[in-house]
């Protein structure tokens, strides 16, 4: 049943990045160009996003002990934040400026072909496996395991 609904939930979340635009490298380049063609339509597509998910998620977590399919909730502390969070997120955010393409609108693009998508995902995928198999890793502070 977890796999069934993490399809499903997988299907809506894609077929939305499609219908928002997201999957279109270029419109989110242009999201991000504030002093060229700025294009705004992305933060409506977030704004709506956050209207719909925000109630449902705060009454899930009052009403509920623990979510449908896992023993708990994860909800981050302050206490997660640590340099190699903020390093990752810093080289995420350069590759999706540079690229204009994050994880989810990447994978929904690779079966329509989208510019890139054909470069991006594999040099993507091995940036994945790195982060969790390259010893020595320079963000990790010593002495931590992975």
Known sequence: M??????????????????SGMANPA???NFLDL???WD????????????VTAPG????????????????FRIPQKSDLEPKLIVGATIFGIGWGLG??????????????ATGTLVFVPFMLIGMWAAR??????????????
């Open 100 to 113: 204009g393409f994050c994880p989810g609108p990447a994978l929904t693009a690779l079966p329509i072909a």
């Open 35 to 37: 002093f060229g063609s």
């Open 2 to 19: 977890k796999q069934l609904f993490a399809l499903v939930s997988g299907l809506i979340f894609g077929l939305g990045l499609i219908v």
């Open 133 to 146: 198999h390259v010893p020595d890793n320079p963000f990790s502070p010593k002495g931590a395991t992975q």
């Open 40 to 51: 705004p339509s992305l933060a409506f597509v977030m704004g709506g996003a956050i209207l």
């Open 57 to 72: 998620f705060a009454w899930l977590t009052r009403t509920r002990e623990r979510p449908f399919f896992d023993s708990e």
């Open 27 to 29: 419109k989110v380049l």
